[in-house]
Each structure stands twice: as C-alpha cells, then as structure tokens.
C-alpha cells in the first residue's frame, strides 16, 4: 500500500449490515430556494459554514447524494446537488461554474466518479472554493482523459458492462452515449447497495457521452486547493491502483473503503464524515 504525501492515511472497513440505507428520501428544493436558504446556515464563531456543492458521475444523477445530503443538513451544512450534463468536461465545468458562482460566500465541491474531472476544471482560480472532496473519482493531471486514466491500471471492467446508444449530437454530428446495462449494473456498478435500491438506480441512470470520457482535461484544481480522496477497494469502475496513483499525485488526504463505486449510496456516513472533515480543516 502506498504512502500518501502530505497527509495521513485511514482505511474503513465495513460488514455488509453497513450498506443498508436508511434514510428517506429528500424533499426537492428549487435551485434559488436552496441557495438562499442555506447560505444562511451558521457554523459557530466561525461564520457561515461552508456550502457544499455536490456533482455526480456517470451512471448516475443527483439522488445518488441523497443519504449523504440528509446528513450534511442535520449538521448544519448547505448544500447543492448539481445536475451534471455529462457532455464533456470542458462544458460540464462552465455548467457548474455558473452554479457555484451563483452561490455566495465558502465553498467545497465534491465529485463522484467522471465528476471529478468537472470539480477539477470547475474550482480552478475560485478563491472561494475551500476544499475539494473526491469519491471513487477522477483527479486528471492536464493532458489526461478519464478513459486513459482508468486504462492505467488493469482491473475495470466497465467496457464489458456497457450498452452504448448512438445519438444525434445538437449541431448535427453523430455521436455516442453510454449506459450500463441494466442486468450488469449492481455487480458493476453498486455491489454493496440492496438489490431494489439498485435496480431503482440501474432505471433511472444518466447515460454520459462517450467523448466525455476520451477528452482531455485542461485545468488541475488540486493543484493549489486541499483535496480529500475517497478510495473504493472494491471499484470495479476504477481500479484501486489508479485511484491511489491519483490521490497520491494529488497530495490528498485518503480514506479507503471497502465499498463498490456506488459509495455515496453504500456507505453515506463515510462521505459525509469525510467532506465534514474537509469543512473544519480549511474553515
């Protein structure tokens, strides 16, 4: 196991009684409503806590934060699940950059997966952005493409799992979407999640362009803003050696689960611990 510059190393383990969900699930709040209300949250002598902006990957959409919100918010925390259009991460991070813009005051993005890659573009120059929370994420150095970056290391085996669905791009050009297949997706994608939360999750999956996956990245937020790193041990998406490849490259503060890509829906509580860990070191 690799050492971790600049910041300790931890490892949950977990039985499997541990990825059972027990939240409900969230009221939906609109997106000016959300903002405006949370903001106002205090964090004791220190002011307002931070907001934390949560985008997802592939694969998924922004209920996939849902046990993880329920958290943050009994702790006092704001909080904003983006949308993320999984076109590309040049455009997904201008998508989100409005967003952040949008809401004032301290912030830390967290992003899963392929959401990685748009945090990393997105918090670029933001002397707002305080920290930066990966989950079973992409962490590209300029240069990169997360197609690369998983094709590092052996161990994925996303490419056998996929059902790709050509679509007609808005400009006219041809191109090429990708879902997982629905039968493939809990032993792929969420192992470690119960079986209806996962067909619920296979059904209602956001299928990402496959151009997203093969464009390069061009900013590498991590460079200069603290980063914390969840690293899944049972990822059949990324393989391990990849993620801690990253994370180390990165400087990140690491916690390894024992969990599936589907983290933030297996194991919340750790998510939440972690990006709350985040918050108090850099507020």
């Known amino acids: 196991m690799s050492n971790i510059k600049g910041a300790g190393k931890r490892k949950v383990v977990t039985s499997a009684a541990a990825a059972v969900l027990a939240g409900a699930a969230l009221a939906v709040y609109s997106l000016t409503g959300t903002a405006s209300a949370d903001t106002s949250a205090k964090g004791g002598k220190h002011g307002p806590r931070p907001t934390v902006v949560l985008e997802h990957g592939a694969f998924a959409d922004s209920s996939s934060w849902n046990d993880v919100i329920s958290r943050l918010r009994a702790d006092g925390y704001p909080v904003v699940a983006a949308a993320n259009p999984l076109?590309?991460?040049h455009d997904d991070a201008t998508s989100l950059r409005g967003l952040i813009d949008h809401i004032k005051g301290p912030k830390i993005l967290v992003g899963h997966s392929y959401g990685g890659s748009v945090i990393s573009e997105a918090a670029a120059d933001d002397p707002d952005v305080k920290a930066?929370?990966?989950?079973?994420a992409f962490l590209p150095a300029p240069g990169e493409t997360a197609l690369e970056l998983t094709n590092k290391f052996p161990g994925s085996t996303l490419p056998e799992a996929l059902d790709p669905v050509p679509v007609t791009n808005p400009d006219g050009t041809q191109g090429t979407?990708?879902?997982?297949k629905q039968d493939k997706f809990r032993h792929q994608f969420a192992a470690d999640v119960p079986r209806n939360q996962a067909a619920l999750a296979a059904a209602g999956q956001r299928p990402i362009a496959q151009a997203a996956l093969e464009e390069k990245a061009t900013k590498a937020a991590w460079k200069n803003i603290p980063s914390w790193d969840i690293v899944t041990t049972e990822d059949l998406n990324i393989p391990l050696a990849a993620q801690r490849f990253m994370a180390e490259r990165a400087g990140a503060h690491v916690t390894e689960v024992d969990a599936s890509?589907?983290?933030?829906v297996s194991h919340p509580g750790v998510v939440a611990r972690v990006i709350q860990e985040a918050a108090r070191v850099t507020g």
Not at 132 to 136: D, T
Not at 261 to 264: E, I, L, N
């Open 132 to 136: 930066l929370v990966y989950v079973a």
């Open 177 to 180: 979407d990708l879902y997982i």
């Open 87 to 89: 076109r590309g991460p």
């Open 261 to 264: 890509h589907s983290v933030a």
